[in-house]
């Protein structure tokens, strides 16, 4: 068990804190993006190998989207009348 928060600034992470078991290995991902100035979308659409550690990072950057695309309220009324639609 662990954690990761990972602080985003324009779609960039400025910064990213890991707690757990084996974080040493699993920041040096963070590092790079940081430095290379990455997009969150960049590590959300990386290919990782499953099931790892290593997961954990694009699984973060996958959490980011999460508001954004279901809290729309265009998204909700779609997702509304596409249940009424089907069973």
Do not use: C, H, N
């Not at 992470?13 to 979308?41: C, D, F, N």
């Not at 989207?65 to 997702?79: E, I, N, T, Y």
Request: proline share 8%.
């Amino acid at each position: 068990m662990g954690l990761i928060k990972v602080v985003v600034l324009r779609g960039r992470p400025v910064g990213a804190t890991l707690v757990g078991p084996q974080a040493g290995e699993l920041i040096g991902l963070w590092a790079l993006a940081i430095s290379s100035r990455l997009k969150m979308s960049a590590i959300a659409g990386m290919v990782a190998p499953y099931p790892t550690l290593g997961e954990v990072s694009k699984r973060a950057a996958g959490a980011y989207f999460g508001p954004q695309l279901f809290d729309s309220p265009a998204l909700k009324r779609l997702v509304g009348l596409v249940q009424r639609w089907v069973p």
